[in-house]
């Protein structure tokens, strides 16, 4: 229930809106009716949207009107309006985005995909189409019932913007990227136009920049997405105390240069909790994500299984349980503060992150719910398969590295003083690890003051196409989020 001091302080938010931006949002209420276009605070469609984020400090933010789309046309509308009313705005999805403000706005108009769910399956392409409201669960469960699924999400309970964000896959090393599935994307750009871009029409500079560059240059409103087969997957989790934690970040580092089975994946996370340790190590765990895409997994991690665990919870599940086995995509208590590293595997810096982070913690015991560091090999099999699709944004190098995605989830209530101090201290040891050179960040994990965009390959060819299509730059401006410089 929310608290009816933060319905006052949402409606003083409101009333500061500009005149322009509440004519807006009245002008969308005619055109698009009540149920659609939602300003009063008090409105249950209206609370649910402002306070179900990943980070509650997203839902400390309140717009003055949100919309609520049930088709492209009214995405158009939306856009118009709050052009012409020169608001502020933002988009939400699933809500997981870990970024204070960037799906969600104060005193501006929010557009909550929450309606649009459809989705389709064609037998003879083997192409799906979904809309942006759906989670990855509700793809997976929909298209497995064909016996394919989209490449996306690795947490069955984020939503579909992670695929605009690159968006890493248990079967990535088998596809590519999420957004390398890609096969035509519905787009409403910048002045409300809608337009329909592939890899090869007159839209293709467009639809290269959203493989990767999330919504700074359109809004997507439709996923067109080239299938894969699935059936059943050997997945589940092995949990490990603390101690294995550079031993198991060897072994990981290994893992992505000398793996040859694409259908295998993982993921490799130190966690590090609130909880007294009492001397025995139980307030830091090792939480291990396997993936085998087949029944039978053979030997293929047997240098992990070889390390002493406490849990081991693989079996044969479908892909949708595969994907919610630990499902952490939906919601969760408390603030967040990311960034993401880029490392090649020739080096020990994934032991001097780890090192740094436990030296983090220590000093912040008792200041943080919870933090992680996530190891997230990036073979050279996943970047030749996103080559060989025609690539993305990112560019990706022909070569295996790891992205480390590092956060600390605190209090939302946590005093601003000491926030400053412990992100301060966190930016201090990550920096101490700077990003190797020539390789993309990941904007999925990465943080709000890291340049990720300009980290890719194609960065100068994304800055093209927003010359072209948002030649006044209202999207970067009027958002927060990633941008592009022009």
């Known amino acids: 229930m929310v608290a009816v001091a933060t319905l006052v302080q949402a409606s003083l938010i409101i009333r500061r809106a500009t005149p322009a931006t509440l004519k807006a949002c009245s002008d969308l209420q005619q055109s698009l009716g009540r149920d659609k276009v939602v300003s009063d605070r008090w409105n249950f469609q209206y609370l649910v949207s402002v306070s179900t984020y990943y980070n509650q400090l997203q839902a400390k933010r309140f717009p003055a009107c949100v919309v609520y789309p049930s088709s492209s046309q009214d995405v158009q509308a939306a856009v118009k309006a709050i052009r012409k009313a020169d608001a502020r705005f933002a988009i ?20 909550d995909f929450s309606r649009m769910l459809k989705k389709s399956y064609d037998a003879t392409t083997k192409i799906g189409f979904y809309e942006p409201g759906n989670r990855w669960r509700d793809n997976y469960k929909y298209f497995g019932q064909f016996g394919y699924a989209p490449v996306g999400g690795r947490l069955g309970g984020v939503g579909s913007g992670l695929a605009l964000g690159g968006g890493l896959s248990y079967l990535s090393a088998q596809y590519g990227l999420a957004c390398d599935s890609f096969v035509m994307l519905d787009v409403v750009l910048p002045d409300g136009t809608f337009v329909q871009a592939t890899r090869s029409n007159e839209y293709k500079d467009l639809f290269m920049t959203l493989q990767g560059g999330a919504n700074i240059i359109g809004v997507v409103t439709g996923y067109h997405v080239q299938l894969r087969p699935t059936g059943l997957f050997n997945a589940g989790n092995i949990i490990y105390s603390g101690e294995h934690a550079e031993r198991l970040a060897n072994i990981t580092r290994d893992f992505t240069v000398n793996n040859k089975d694409p259908k295998a994946a993982i993921i490799t996370t130190i966690e590090k909790l609130f909880t007294p340790d009492l001397s025995v190590g139980l307030d830091e765990i090792i939480i291990m994500f396997f993936v085998y895409d087949g029944e039978n997994r053979g030997d293929i991690f047997k240098e992990f299984e070889a390390v002493p665990h406490v849990i081991d919870t693989r079996r044969p599940v479908s892909y949708v349980k595969a994907t919610t086995e630990l499902d952490i995509g939906t919601t969760s208590s408390g603030a967040y503060y990311s960034r993401v590293v880029a490392i090649r595997p020739n080096s020990n810096k994934h032991i001097d992150l780890i090192r740094g982070y436990r030296a983090f913690t220590t000093k912040w015991k008792g200041s943080f719910i919870l933090t992680t560091l996530d190891l997230q090999p990036v ?24 992205w480390i995605n590092l956060f600390v989830n605190y209090d939302a209530g946590l005093p601003a003083a000491t926030v400053a101090k412990m992100t301060a201290d966190f930016d201090a040891f990550v920096d101490a690890v700077p990003n190797d050179p020539g390789l993309p960040l990941f904007l999925n994990d990465a943080g709000a003051k890291q340049k990720v965009l300009q980290s890719y390959g ?27 410089e022009v």
């Open 379 to 402: 073979s050279q099999m996943l970047t030749q398969a996103s080559r060989a699709s025609g690539g993305n944004a990112l560019a990706l190098p022909d070569e295996s590295f790891t």
């Open 458 to 484: 194609n960065y100068a060819k994304m800055q093209a196409a927003k010359r072209r299509y948002d030649p006044q730059n209202y999207f970067s401006t009027h958002q927060d989020g990633p941008s592009i």
């Open 92 to 111: 939400k999805a699933g809500g997981h985005q870990f970024n204070d403000g960037w799906s969600a706005v104060d005193q501006g108009v929010q557009i």
